[in-house]
């Protein structure tokens, strides 16, 4: 399943992740910076609840967003006092699902690689530093 047309950029899977995040979570009131202003936790547990887990473990990018949405609405919920809900544990198992999923085939579903230009020069500065071997190189 593709969820991202031509040129997307993964908007569609950010979207809904959050979308799958405030079901999963119960939120049903946010204010004009998206942080929960109201939840009901009858609907945590309801329907479109149970296909928002279901679905955002089936695919990597949607795993990946829908679990950091999943963590930044728990620290939202203790640090409004609106909750002492934790949803921790499931955001780390759809961030790992998505790892195994994206690990045999480093790239999303659109193609792109997870891996910036010139990261193999920043390991190399980085492990250049730590053995106390100077300065490191300039990129571009």
């Keep these: 399943m593709t969820l991202e047309p031509d040129g997307g950029g993964g908007r569609i899977e950010l979207a809904l ?8 979570t119960g939120v049903t009131g946010i204010n004009p910076w998206e942080g929960p202003t109201s939840l009901d936790p009858a609907e945590a547990g309801s329907a479109f609840a149970l296909h928002a887990r279901e679905d955002a473990a089936a695919n990597a990018e949607l795993a990946a967003r829908t679990g950091w949405a999943l963590y930044l609405t728990t620290e ?20 790992l699902k998505s ?11 659109s193609g792109r690689s997870l891996q910036r230009p010139g990261t ?4 190399a500065n980085l492990s250049q530093v730590a053995r106390g071997g100077g300065r490191p190189r300039r990129t571009g």
């Design 17 to 24: 992740a959050d979308v799958y995040a405030a079901a999963i």
């Design 120 to 123: 193999e020069v920043v390991k």
């Design 76 to 95: 939202a919920f203790h640090r409004m006092g609106l909750s002492d809900s934790d949803y921790d544990a499931f955001a780390e198992e759809l961030l």
């Design 99 to 109: 790892a195994a999923m994206v690990r045999p085939n480093p790239g999303f579903s």
